[in-house]
């Protein structure tokens, strides 16, 4: 009998920042280089795993717009173009760096990677990512969650339930057009939970979930097996509990295994270095300095002075930090057992761009922790629905309102510099609401209009702008995408009061917002 479980969640997500109006749209990187660096890359490590029989199991929340960029066919070529420029850039490089010891191997490392990119993707995958994380789904080693339609922060929104019906009907039936399933578990964005929600989840079919640790310690009762087992609310809905050691071990920006001297620092890259005039292609407009991708030195300290990266150093700090985290995992599943009903169960979820992204060798530490289990009769990995299957009865309680956010509660979501647009989303709400109720029953263009003010709305409400805009970065872009969706929905508006629709104007804007095709606007009624 093992020792204890790991259930290893990570949450992928972007905002929407498909923007077809522009021939090239700087935060669209984000998506690129998201692809590039993790979920390509995990990909491979699913692949090389399955090919060498290494046992390992993975939960992967999806939000909803990041599936809708990968399903798309415009975002696919320009994706497939920005390779092309990232491989010219490293063919650059290998030049500039030619014959010295330290860096051309490390523009050569850039070089194969891009490479492989494109290959998996234009061949392999045939750019289609989802299909082959369908292919693990089906296998059983993966397990697919979904999340709110568009990141809404959920509790902010407890005051208009046909709201938060909307963003998880949405995010459920794309879900299902996507995967052929329905899901089972469902990502509360940033964690956030409130009592009641619950209620609307198991409505649409939804099992369980994962909150925070403080959220479910303050629930009523407490929770008699603390962090080690999910609870389940009166309606069985389960909530899994986050495990703080085992989160913020990897987590933590100070502490955390990323801020090892040793791995690559993500912060320091030619597009900032190098003279405008020999970077100036491969950034935005020639001269917005981002990153490129290229970064050649490791974190080493706080300071400006860096070593070179080295790849091997890094690799093999990867290996020791994975063994350190098993090895804390069993003495912590030890010490919990003589006081448990069963094998304690640790939780840790983490963004998935983490991983290969902002930690280069996050991937390379994931199969680390597959392969040194394997060797264990301690520790096993499971996914949240396999503990599921297994572990049906749970101890009743409704964790408090909370979030994995900084203080635990709403404060990153709702604060001076954001608390701004709220009074425009909830207007908004009001005026959908209205809209719903008077047209109950449309067909053809009007339900067409309906069905993109309802797209419109879920768009304000996404946490990323909020998020944004209190970090300062790209808070310009955040702020045009609250009042594009305001206009955008106050022009429906104004159609539908004067009984006249623009249908050129609309078949436009549903080309540049196609997420939710199958949306279906009268969610936004009022509940009786």
């Keep these: 009998?093992?020792?204890?479980?790991?259930?290893?969640?990570?949450?992928?997500?972007?905002?929407?920042?498909?923007?077809?109006?522009?021939?090239?749209?700087?935060?669209?990187?984000?998506?690129?280089?998201?692809?590039?660096?993790?979920?390509?890359?995990?990909?491979?490590?699913f692949a090389k795993l399955e090919a060498e029989r290494v046992?390992?199991?993975?939960?992967?929340?999806?939000?909803?717009?990041?599936?809708?960029?990968?399903?798309?066919?415009?975002?696919?070529?320009?994706?497939?173009?920005?390779?092309g420029e990232q491989l010219k850039l490293a063919d650059r490089e290998l030049e500039r760096c030619a014959g010295d010891p330290v860096f051309h191997p490390l523009a050569q490392l850039y070089k194969d990677l891009y490479q492989q990119n494109y290959d998996d993707f234009t061949v392999l995958h045939a750019g289609n990512i989802l299909s082959a994380l369908d292919f693990y789904y089906k296998k059983g080693r993966l397990e697919l969650m979904t999340s709110a339609a568009t990141q809404a922060f959920l509790?902010?929104?407890?005051?208009?339930?046909?709201?938060?019906?909307?963003?998880?009907?949405?995010?459920?039936?794309s879900f299902r057009s996507v995967?052929?399933?329905?899901?089972?578990?469902?990502?509360?964005?940033?964690?956030?939970?409130?009592?009641?929600?619950?209620?609307?989840?198991?409505?649409?079919?939804?099992?369980?979930?994962?909150?925070?640790?403080?959220?479910?310690?303050?629930?009523?009762?407490?929770?008699?097996?603390?962090?080690?087992?999910p609870v389940a609310c009166p309606n069985g809905f389960t909530n899994y509990i986050r495990d703080v050691a085992a989160t913020e071990s990897v987590w933590s920006e100070t502490e955390g295994y990323p801020a090892d001297p040793a791995y690559r620092d993500f912060y320091r890259d030619i597009g900032f270095d190098l003279p405008l005039e020999y970077i100036g292609p491969y950034i935005e407009q020639g001269q917005i300095r981002t990153f490129t991708g290229f970064k050649y030195w490791a974190i080493t300290g706080k300071g400006q002075d860096k070593i070179p990266y080295d790849p091997d150093l890094a690799a093999a700090k990867a290996v020791e930090h994975a063994e350190n985290f098993l090895y804390n995992r069993a003495r912590q599943a030890k010490k919990a057992l003589p006081h448990m009903d069963r094998p304690p169960l640790m939780v840790a979820p983490y963004d998935a761009?983490?991983?290969?992204?902002w930690w280069h060798e996050g991937i390379q530490w994931l199969e680390a922790l597959f392969r040194k289990a394997q060797g264990t009769s301690e520790l096993n990995f499971v996914t949240l629905a396999e503990?599921?299957?297994?572990?049906?009865?749970?101890?009743?309680?409704?964790?408090?309102?909370?979030?994995?956010?900084?203080?635990?509660?709403?404060?990153?979501?709702?604060?001076?510099?954001?608390?701004?647009?709220?009074?425009?989303?909830?207007?908004?709400?009001?005026?959908?609401?209205e809209l719903a109720d008077r047209f109950p029953d449309e067909s053809g263009l009007r339900e067409r209009v309906l069905n993109q003010a309802a797209r419109e709305v879920l768009l304000s409400q996404a946490a990323d702008w909020p998020f944004l805009l209190r970090s300062g970065k790209s808070g310009s872009f955040a702020r045009k995408q609250i009042e594009d969706a305001?206009?955008?929905?106050?022009?429906?508006?104004?159609?539908?009061c004067a009984n006249t629709v623009g249908t050129e104007w609309l078949t436009k804007l549903e080309k540049r917002n196609n997420l939710f095709p199958h949306i279906n606007y009268r969610i936004f009624r009022r509940k009786r």
């Design 155 to 173: 509790p902010i929104y407890r005051a208009f339930p046909e709201s938060i019906a909307c963003q998880i009907e949405a995010a459920v039936v």
């Design 55 to 83: 046992p390992w199991r993975l939960t992967l929340a999806l939000s909803p717009t990041l599936v809708s960029m990968l399903g798309d066919a415009l975002l696919r070529d320009r994706y497939t173009d920005w390779l």
């Design 486 to 496: 305001v206009t955008n929905f106050s022009r429906i508006y104004e159609m539908l």
């Design 387 to 433: 503990y599921q299957r297994q572990y049906t009865e749970n101890f009743e309680s409704v964790p408090e309102f909370s979030s994995w956010g900084d203080g635990g509660y709403a404060g990153i979501w709702l604060e001076k510099s954001n608390d701004w647009l709220y009074r425009h989303s909830f207007k908004l709400l009001e005026y959908m609401m």
């Design 179 to 229: 995967f052929g399933r329905s899901p089972s578990g469902f990502w509360t964005p940033h964690l956030g939970w409130y009592p009641g929600l619950e209620e609307l989840l198991s409505a649409y079919g939804l099992q369980y979930s994962v909150v925070s640790t403080r959220g479910a310690m303050l629930g009523k009762p407490t929770p008699r097996q603390g962090s080690y087992a």
């Design 353 to 357: 761009e983490l991983f290969g992204h």
């Design 1 to 45: 009998m093992e020792t204890g479980n790991i259930a290893l969640v990570l949450n992928a997500h972007l905002p929407f920042v498909r923007q077809p109006d522009y021939t090239r749209f700087l935060e669209e990187r984000w998506l690129f280089e998201s692809i590039s660096e993790t979920y390509l890359p995990l990909l491979r490590l």
